[in-house]
């Protein structure tokens, strides 16, 4: 699996902001705890990282990431009760624009840490 030990190392990451916050807290409360997690780690955090997005190789627009981790690995942050569906392809659209191959859709608004790997469907 391409990227897997980084993906273990982020995973850890999220696990201990999950312990030390838990539930309850708005998304922007997460991402600046995992940000500061992620770089204790030695991990590279670039954060709300603008990608263009094209249509018909014309560009349509920006788009900001929530994070990327040594410019490998998207973060899409949640803290919602349920993922659903349009979560996953928010993100595998969000791999499409950036041109990376793999994501981690991550949910701090349950009991226990969610985090769900999606690799680009060109990976």
Do not use: W
């Not at 916050?21 to 670039?46: D, K, M, N, S, T």
């Not at 994501?103 to 985090?115: A, M, Q, T």
């Amino acid at each position: 699996m391409k990227h897997e030990t980084l993906t273990e190392r982020i995973i850890g990451c999220v696990v201990q902001v999950h312990r030390t916050l838990g539930p309850g807290f708005v998304e922007p409360i997460y991402r600046r705890a995992l940000v500061i997690e992620l770089r204790r780690c030695g991990l590279h955090v670039e954060v709300e990282k603008e990608v263009a997005v094209f249509y018909e190789g014309e560009n349509v627009g920006t788009h900001r990431l929530d994070l990327v981790v040594n410019e490998a690995v998207v973060l899409e942050l949640k803290a919602v009760s349920e993922l659903a569906a349009a979560h996953y392809e928010q993100l595998r659209s969000y791999l499409r624009a950036s041109g990376l191959q793999v994501g981690l859709l991550i949910n701090f608004g349950r009991e226990r840490s969610d985090f769900r790997r999606v690799d680009s469907p060109t990976a």
